[in-house]
């Protein structure tokens, strides 16, 4: 069973520059969802994608955006980076419903300078 | 309000003594009750679950959580600490009040000493 992977693991953008992160789901989940944690703090909630649709979305600007392909793989891009962006992107996916646990991969760190 | 509030960012322990990491949530619905663990530069694991069954649950190395209603809280304990229980641990809520997504607690640094 494979699990949840990220790409890349390490990234450094600038200010005003855009980035795009992809995560590959666990064998069989069709839900995947993001989460940003900032240095210190817990992981918030960006959005959530079911099928290929978004179906929940956290308190993030629309330069959020992401994208869930038929093979369930997601992508999470940011539009005109900024400085508080700088963090820990944890994609997890699961096999929907309430009840699923989600199963995280190990985040892609972005530095914005 | 805060949805769920771990209420210590640093516990401190020695090697074989008892383990208690507090969490308290707030939600007019039930909630499913989850702790997740992150050790350094890993994604989150998942220690154990909560989903209206046995108030008592039992998770993976050792650790348990027990549902308190009345208290509306969600403990994390483990008989005995051993060192590779360093990491930091998450408390997390989801319920229909929060548009069933998962609400994280800002989590607490468990050290663990020899």
């Known amino acids: 069973e494979t699990g949840v992977t990220q790409s890349p693991t390490h990234l450094i953008k600038t200010r005003g520059q855009q980035v795009t992160l992809r995560c590959s789901s666990q064998?069989?989940?069709?839900?995947v969802s993001w989460y940003q944690q900032a240095l210190g703090q817990g992981p918030q909630f960006i959005f959530q994608?079911?099928?290929?649709?978004?179906?929940g979305r956290g308190n993030f600007p629309p330069r959020f955006s992401g994208l869930q392909f038929p093979n369930y793989s997601s992508e999470l891009n940011v539009n005109a980076l900024e400085l508080d962006d700088s963090a820990l992107y944890l994609c997890?996916?699961?096999?929907?419903?309430?009840?699923?646990?989600?199963?995280f991969g190990n985040g892609t760190r972005l530095t914005v300078t | 309000a805060q949805s769920v509030t771990q209420l210590d960012s640093h516990v401190s322990v020695s090697e074989g003594t008892p383990v208690l990491l507090r969490c308290n949530y707030s939600?007019?619905?039930?909630?499913?009750l989850f702790w997740y663990v992150q050790h350094p530069n890993k994604g989150l694991q998942l220690l154990l679950k909560?989903?209206?069954?046995?108030?008592l649950v039992k998770g993976i190395n050792g650790f348990e959580a027990e549902f308190k209603k009345s208290e509306t809280s969600f403990h994390l304990t483990k008989p005995s600490a051993h060192m590779s229980d360093a990491a930091e641990y998450f408390c997390?809520?989801?319920?229909?009040?929060?548009?069933?997504?998962?609400?994280f607690g800002a989590g607490t640094i468990l050290r663990v000493k020899s």
């Open positions: 997390v809520v989801r319920t229909l009040e929060y548009g069933n997504k998962l609400v």
């Open positions: 064998s069989g989940h069709n839900t």
């Open positions: 939600s007019s619905y039930s909630p499913s």
């Open positions: 994608y079911y099928r290929e649709e978004e179906n």
């Open positions: 997890a996916s699961s096999l929907g419903g309430s009840n699923s646990p989600l199963h």
């Open positions: 909560y989903t209206s069954a046995a108030t």
